[in-house]
């Protein structure tokens, strides 16, 4: 029972719009959530993370929102650039950041 | 600062043999972690260490194991290989593998199991 869901195995944008990526989860003991991007051939880079205190982190063009009562969090990539096509994984964990839960993944391609 | 290595990249091996993977943590890193990822599949956890102790461990049999030495470099080794082992196995470290740490990955070890 997969207990990070991904839904969306893909995704496609245009150049500059909004990309939004979903995630939910089934464990209500899960505190803590990451973010990841990751390119063909390399290891997943962390992106951004969130905790359950808060219901929203910004970095630059990326914005994690998290809702506990609907064990939902999505990723918002404002404005979206071709660099961006990437797979990306939500990985969530309990104790705060050991033993990380990851998703199946999401396919974003951003075209030009 | 020099990034998480493994190695070897890639590699092939034919069902019921052995396989051992390694892993460099960035320096300073004595958390080490390995994931499993395979197709369709999100990555999954395999086991953590930390100061030359198995400290977590994810639901895989016992035909996988690791070790980590005093200088928080991790091995990897997959016994009785079969089919299904296939994957990239991918892993990360961090400073200690607590509280809120972000865990840096490397760029992961390629198997195929014929």
């Known amino acids: 029972d997969q207990q990070v869901k991904q839904n969306s195995p893909s995704l496609s944008v245009q150049e500059g719009r909004i990309s939004i990526l979903n995630c939910d989860y089934t464990n209500s003991m899960f505190d803590y959530f990451l973010w990841y991007k990751k390119y063909p051939a390399e290891g997943p880079t962390f992106l951004i993370s969130i905790s359950s205190i808060k219901d929203k982190n910004e970095d630059g063009r990326f914005t994690v929102f998290l809702n506990k009562s609907a064990k939902h969090l999505s990723l918002h990539i404002v404005p979206s650039q071709p660099g961006d096509s990437a797979v990306y994984f939500c990985a969530a964990s309990e104790n705060y950041g050991q033993n990380f839960v990851f998703g199946p993944g999401t396919r974003l391609s951003v075209l030009p | 600062k020099a990034g998480v290595t493994q190695t070897p990249r890639y590699l092939i091996k034919t069902r019921g043999q052995q396989v051992t993977l390694s892993c460099s943590p960035i320096?300073?890193?004595?958390?080490v972690s390995w994931y499993q990822q395979t197709p369709g599949q999100g990555l999954q956890f395999l086991f953590e260490?930390?100061?030359?102790?198995?400290?977590n461990k994810g639901n895989f049999p016992g035909r996988f194991s690791g070790r980590q030495f005093s200088n928080s470099r991790s091995e990897m080794n997959v016994s009785t290989l079969e089919l299904g082992d296939s994957a990239l196995y991918l892993c990360?470290?961090?400073?200690?593998?607590?509280?809120?740490?972000?865990?840096?990955f490397g760029p992961g070890t390629r198997l195929l199991v014929l």
């Open positions: 260490y930390f100061s030359e102790t198995q400290r």
């Open positions: 320096s300073g890193h004595r958390s």
């Open positions: 990360a470290s961090s400073l200690m593998g607590g509280t809120g740490e972000t865990q840096y």
